[in-house]
């Protein structure tokens, strides 16, 4: 293969177990980045290139992946009912509920069910369900950046937790932390190149997870971007991978802006809730003092206390289901800057290199060594995953900023049809008593 | 109360005939009840900032408001003539409702707007040049007149009458009824109200009762302030998502013109607070209304402690000077008294003396127990048609209250329609995105 070659797909470093404990057998591989091997049950399927051309790649995720780029690009309506997807068929399912806490002698925490259900071959059974505490998650996370650096994997939520400031057990703090760990999980899942990591297989799957296993499963790609060597500095980055990095930085800042904004509301919406109540209580100090007036008093007092009730719930929302969405995408942001930054290092390795090289053929004629080539195979592989895995971040993106905002709208919505409720039946029962005096005047 | 519906105008000039000794019109064809707003449509049509020199010559800016009157029977005939108008300041208002105070010192007289700006919500302004406060005040001064002409009893009277009509010359005539000598000290009431024997049990329950509305509508006030001052933080907080929604639209491609829109919904979310809250202070004007009203009612109830205990005084006097007379006819003195403890040092006097002493307290236990007669008749009369008053009153409160808590859900279901109209807006172009 000559440098340079153009080369297909957004797929590397997919080895199965026994694959990955040869290592010896590395030398041997060929420079494509898809993985020799392959499937069975999914030979019969290998798809092909209109014009016949056979694909060197045979993992069933990347062959959807061309699949779904063949196919018309940004489908909306694939977009609707598979807001993770690209529009492949789902083999691979997994929830993240049922949280428990466990309490020992040392100390306590919570752990979650993982559950699975899966037609994929790599699993020996059709379901699973296993429990895993964060610890287990950010080990996952760990491994997949480790194993996969040229994809961007997801955040997770906070790690740490000033205690005494935040309560780690409390029913909000507990299911605020779950709902994103599921998010986690499923945006893994539904990823065509990070679902088939076996650290994922080990994760779901595995009764104990020995977390020092995690040692021997490194794949060959992992640890070649791990060893880049660093001292190099980049020539040109390419435009588009410029045009990420600006603007990661510039969406990064909108949503750190917002994240403020949305905290003051919450900070301003409970100062008026508290003004709202003693509001409220004054109207019934007054009532008990009056006669005539004591039912429409007390009635004005319950409609604010009613439209406080709602008021909570609006704030209690935002600050459960709006709050950690915004921070857990600032969190994705920085680790796609330091996937951006792997890839300058990638790209400048290959150049200083290929320059070193190249001047050392001017000099003797030695002829450029095969590591240059395969660091030119490293940064196209990189780039094409890198480049792949954006536009999929870009349609989860505005998949689930669609939805925050959505349902930021309809918080705000339902607070103001509550309060108005409340509010339309005290004017019912006010004029109705209004009509009733008035009968008893002219008797 | 039955009142008459007449509708006669008033047409005579010559004031010496229209006058009864309590002040109100005797024009014979005024019978007790009827009143001035049935014959005559008032407003108070504009307000106009003037300046000039006042009392010690320096130079001051005022505010004078246009009072319009027109005869009833000529609207009812048909004819549309144009209205009688003067000019009146603030304070010719106040000289007005004080003389009314004196002159009826039994009838809860309807209050005016206030005089400074009270209970201000940040934003707005507490400056009674500001012309939002000065179109309130209007509206409040107008109130007043309204209320004052369609009593039962303040409706007859005659000052109010030339206030309406008489542009100059006014403030002269009522100075010169004296009123302000009549005017009570503060100090004289506030004693009697300590040391009055047997009040009117159901006038201190009124008393009673109006220091629970003052409070109540004090602290209602206050902490609607406090309310509207968080509100209005929330909407406008908004507005920054207004900012930063259209600079994020910048940066997006698809997403771009929804986070746009969007973003302008936010702004007119955030600007909708003002009109909100501009509405709410009509509101807030109404219980400022009965806020002072509270304080009328208890100028009633006070007053007639006060004329209680000018009667107890009066009564303790005659009294003792009973008591004198007995004494000094019968020789025996029943309680210790200076004139006593004299007469066994020094023995007694001369009888021609005695006689003389005798016939003067005879003049003044006469006179004593005339005025008791007429106090105890005045204090009665007064209770009387205080309680009359007050009953009137409390209804008019239920009824305006009653009015203005229904209109005040009204502004909230208002304020919760424009809200969902704009989030639904902003959500139609999320969705867009």
Same mark, same amino acid.
């Given at each position: ?13 997919q ?7 040869h290592?010896l057998?590395?030398?041997?591989e ?7 091997v ?5 030979k019969d399927?290998?798809?092909g ?21 063949l ?6 309506e694939a977009?609707?009912h598979d807001?993770?997807?690209s529009?492949e068929?789902r083999?691979l399912?997994?929830?993240v509920?049922d949280?428990?806490?466990h ?8 752990t979650y069910r993982v559950?699975t259900k899966?037609?994929?071959i790599e699993f ?5 369900s +296993?429990?895993?505490?964060y610890q ?12 996969q650096p ?6 997770l939520?906070?790690?740490f937790?000033?205690?005494?400031v935040v ?8 299911d605020?932390?779950?709902?994103a760990?599921?998010?986690f999980?499923?945006? +893994?899942?539904d990823?065509?190149v990070?679902?088939?990591n ?18 021997a499963l ?6 070649s ?13 390419p ?7 600006e603007?990661?930085?510039?969406f990064s800042?909108k949503?750190g802006?917002i ?18 109540r003693e509001?409220?209580?004054v ?5 008990g003092?009056?006669?005539?007036l004591q ?8 409609c604010?206390?009613?439209s406080?009730?709602a ?5 209690d ?10 921070r857990e ?7 796609m ?13 290959y150049?200083?290199r ?18 240059v080539?395969k660091c030119?195979?490293?940064?196209e592989?990189f780039?094409?995953?890198?480049k ?24 705000n919505?339902?607070y ?8 339309e ?16 005047e002219?008797? | ?5 007449k ?13 009864a000794?309590?002040?109100?019109l005797?024009n014979?064809?005024?019978t007790?009840?009827?009143?001035l707003?049935r ?6 049509a504009?307000a106009?900032k003037? *300046?000039?020199?006042?009392?010690v ?9 246009l009072?319009?009157t027109r005869?009833?029977d000529t &609207? ?6 144009p209205?009688? *108008?003067l =000019? ?6 106040e ?7 004196v ?11 206030e005089?400074?700006?009270?209970f201000?919500w940040h ?10 406060f000065?179109?309130?005040?209007r509206?409040g001064?107008?109130n007043?007149?309204?209320r004052?002409?369609s009593h ?8 109010l009458?030339h206030?309406?009509s008489k ?7 009522l100075?010169?009824?004296?009123f302000?000598?009549?005017?009570d000290?503060r100090?004289r ?6 040391r ?5 049990k159901?006038?201190?329950?009124i008393?009673h009762y109006?220091?629970g ?6 602290q209602?006030?206050?902490?609607r302030t ?5 509100l ?7 507005g920054?998502?207004g900012?930063?929604?259209?600079? =994020?639209?910048a &940066?997006?491609?698809e997403?771009?013109?929804g ?10 979310y955030?600007a909708s607070?003002d009109?909100?809250?501009?509405e ?5 004007d109404?219980?400022k209304?009965?806020?002072s009203?509270?304080e009328?009612?208890r ?6 402690e006060?004329?209680?205990f ?8 005659l ?6 007379r ?33 016939s003067?307290l005879?003049e ?5 127990e ?8 005045e204090?009665?009369e007064?209770?009387?048609?205080a ?9 008019q409160?239920?009824k ?6 229904i ?5 909230q &279901?208002?304020m919760?329609?424009?809200? &969902?109209?704009v989030?639904?807006?902003?959500k139609?172009c999320?969705?867009?995105m």
């Open positions: 293969m000559s440098v340079g070659a153009p080369r297909g797909l957004a797929s590397s470093g080895k199965l177990i026994t694959e990955i404990l290592p057998s590395a030398a041997e060929p420079l494509s980045p898809g993985p020799d392959t499937i069975s049950a999914e399927k290998e798809p290139l209109a014009n016949g051309t056979p694909l060197e790649i045979s993992s069933p995720a990347s062959a959807s992946v061309l699949l779904s780029r196919q018309l690009d940004g489908d909306p977009d609707a807001p993770f997807g529009g068929p083999d399912f997994v929830t509920d949280p428990k806490k309490v020992s002698t040392m100390e306590t925490y919570i559950s899966t037609t994929r020996d059974l059709p379901e699973y +296993v429990r895993r505490r287990d998650f950010d080990w996952l996370r760990i491994k997949l950046e480790d194993s040229t994809h961007l994997v997801p955040p939520p906070e790690k937790v000033m205690k005494g309560d780690r057990f409390s029913e909000e703090f507990v605020t932390r779950m709902k760990l599921d998010k999980l499923k945006r +893994v899942a990823h065509p990070l679902s088939f076996p650290h994922l297989n080990a994760f779901l799957t595995a009764k104990d997870l020995n977390k020092r296993q995690g040692l490194l794949t060959k790609v992992g640890e971007v791990k060893n880049v060597a660093g001292g190099y500095k980049l020539r040109a980055r435009a588009e991978f410029c045009a990420m990095g603007y990661l930085d510039m800042q949503l802006t994240d403020r904004i949305a905290q003051r509301i919450l900070r301003e919406q409970s100062e008026y809730l508290t003004e709202l509001y409220g209580a109207y019934s100090a007054w009532a003092s009056e006669e005539q039912r429409p008093l007390e009635g004005v007092a319950g604010v206390t009613t406080c009730g008021l909570e719930d609006l704030s929302n935002m600050s459960q289901d709006f709050l950690p969405v915004l995408y600032v969190l994705y942001i920085e680790s800057k330091n996937v951006l930054r792997k890839r300058d290092q990638v790209q400048a390795e150049e200083g290929l320059e070193a090289a190249v001047l050392r053929k001017q000099e003797d004629r030695t002829p450029i060594p095969v590591e080539e030119q195979d490293k940064v592989c780039n094409a995953d890198l792949a895995d954006w536009e999929r971040w870009q349609r989860n993106k505005r998949q689930d900023f669609k939805q925050l905002l959505t349902g930021m709208a309809d918080k919505i339902s103001y049809e509550k309060s108005q409720a409340a509010w039946s005290l004017i019912t029962l006010l004029q109705e008593k209004q009509t009733e005096d008035k009968t008893s002219t008797n | 109360m039955a009142e008459d519906v509708e006669e105008s008033v047409t005579s000039n010559d004031e010496s005939d229209l006058v000794s309590d002040g109100s005797n014979k064809m005024l007790e009840g009827s009143c707003l014959r005559m449509e008032i407003c108070v504009e106009e003037r *300046s000039g020199k006042n009392a010559s320096m130079q001051e800016t005022y505010t004078v408001y009072v319009e005869p009833m &609207i009812a005939e048909g004819r549309n003539p209205p009688d *108008s =000019w009146r300041r603030y304070s010719e208002f000289l007005l409702r004080n003389y009314l105070i002159t009826y010192p039994y009838i809860v007289v309807p209050p005016l707007p005089k400074r700006a009270e201000v934003k707005l302004s507490a400056d009674n040049m500001d012309p939002d000065v179109e309130r005040r509206i001064l107008e007043f007149l309204l004052v002409a039962p009893v303040l409706s007859n009277n005659e000052m009458y206030f309406l542009e100059h010359g006014w403030k002269e005539m100075y010169e009824t004296g302000q000598a009549k005017a000290s100090l009431a506030l004693s009697a109200t300590f009055v024997r047997s009040p009117h159901r006038l201190v329950e008393k109006s220091d509305l003052q409070s109540h509508t004090s209602l006030l206050r902490a406090r309310v509207a001052d968080r209005y933080a929330v909407y406008k907080v908004h920054n998502y900012r930063v929604f259209s600079e =994020w639209s &940066i997006e491609k997403m771009g013109d986070l746009q829109s969007a973003g302008h919904h936010m702004d007119a955030a607070v009109d909100i809250l501009e709410e202070e009509h509101y807030a109404q219980l209304e009965y806020l009203y509270a009328a009612v100028a009633v109830c006070r007053k007639h006060l004329s209680q000018e009667l107890e005084m009066a009564s303790q006097d009294i003792s000077k009973k008591q004198q007995e004494e000094l006819a019968t020789g025996i003195v029943r309680t210790f008294s200076l004139k006593g403890m004299t007469n066994k040092l020094f023995g007694q006097e001369a009888p021609e003396q005695r006689e003389a002493k005798l003067l005879e003044l236990i006469a006179e004593g005339e005025t008791v007669k007429e106090k105890t008749a204090c009665n007064h209770a009387e048609k309680w009359a008053d007050i009953i009137h009153f409390k209804d409160k239920d305006d209250l009653q009015e203005a808590l209109n005040y859900a009204f502004m &279901i208002t919760c329609k424009k809200g &969902i109209q989030w639904n807006n902003a139609e999320f969705l867009k």
